[in-house]
């Protein structure tokens, strides 16, 4: 069903992205593939309905949290490579250190006799290797292990690149200044300098992928829709307001339109709290600003509107930097010299003042 509001785990499901799809089955031939798109694009959709050996790493639940530690990271292979490998793991994990296996199910231990990960990935990478085989290893929403403390992920990936032949990384993120920051594959001190990958790049649908979209989707209902102009041009072309939307229409909401906008506004809200998350100080500012870029804004636009809502001068040095977080995080772009909101949607969001938390 297109209108399913969770990722879609299957080809059948997934409306056109037939490049992207050739795409990726494609970069999963090679050692690094990294997918960028927005939040709602259909990122972990994509991953699940094309990829079918995988061990499925998801980052984005420590999004609210100020900092993941190496037990956090080990805990997610385990339970990745538990449910994911599942009858293969006896075979796969006999003799490294730092892992039992008890029963049908393996632990990795962090704290007594802790387990290497990339020892880990070694006996995953021989034993596919040994079967002729390829194993991907999918971590969506990377760019948030960059509050992993006392550990560098992208050690183990970069040795992964040169040293293994059957593992094939998949990297995802949404927000993609800071996925880039975080990857730093252009940047000559950090492990990943220089290696080749494969970059995907998931537009939201346009003008006419939505409208057929929203067609297909009512055709599955056998509703024959005609108000798809409308609602391409409220919502924009994120899949996953879409597919909302078309999922309230046919589950009889009253008024779907508003709940999608409600839902919307929700997952932005929540997004933007997490990103203030170690800025508090900054809450109020980050806050104007986002409420201009409703907007069109110029630069002197928002500052002139941060310093008459304050009565503060803002250092220039500050607000370049703050506006720089912003686009890093793909709540704001900058184009021809102004600055605006990157999804129709936030207009709601950043609309009436926030709360986040105590804030
Ligand atoms: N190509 C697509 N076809 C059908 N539904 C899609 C497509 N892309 C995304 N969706 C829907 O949009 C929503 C968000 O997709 P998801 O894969 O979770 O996005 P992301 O991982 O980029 O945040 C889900 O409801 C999903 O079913
Ligand atoms: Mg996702």
Known sequence: MLFDPYPKNNLNDLYDRRAEIERLQNGVKYPLTVIQGLRRTGKSSLVKSVLNDMIYIDIRKYSGKGYISYRD???????????????????????????????????????????RLIDVLNAIDDYYNNNNKN??????????????????????????FDNFKSIKFVLTGSQIGALHNYLKMDDYNSPLYGRA????????????QSMDFLKKGFNEFNIDFNDAENVYN???????????????????????????????????????????????????????????????????EIKNYIENNEGNIIPNSVLNKMLNNLIDY????????????????????????IKCGNM
């Open 73 to 115: 990271l080990i805990e997610e292979f385990n339970n990745a490579i538990n449910r994911d490998l599942k009858d293969r793991l006896r075979d796969v994990f006999k003799n490294i250190s730092g892992i039992n296996i008890l029963g049908n199910s393996i632990s990795l231990s962090w704290k007594k006799n802790r387990v």
């Open 135 to 160: 194993i991907i290893i999918t971590i969506d929403e990377i760019q948030e292990l960059i509050k992993l403390k006392g550990y560098n992920f992208l050690n183990d990936i970069a040795y992964s």
């Open 197 to 208: 990958y494969t970059l995907i790049d998931l537009k939201p649908f346009n003008r006419e």
């Open 234 to 300: 409220t919502l924009g072309g994120i899949p996953g307001w879409l597919a909302y939307y078309g999922f309230r229409y046919v589950n009889n909401s009253k008024d779907p339109m508003n709940e999608t906008i409600k839902n919307a506004r929700n997952t932005i809200i929540m997004e933007f709290c997490n990103f203030i998350a170690n800025r508090e100080m900054a809450f109020k500012r980050y806050y104007l600003i986002l409420n201009k870029c409703i907007e069109r804004s110029s630069w002197s």
């Open 330 to 353: 793909s709540f704001i772009k900058k184009y021809d010299e102004k600055y605006e909101l990157i999804d129709n949607m936030m207009r709601y969001a950043f609309k009436d003042r």
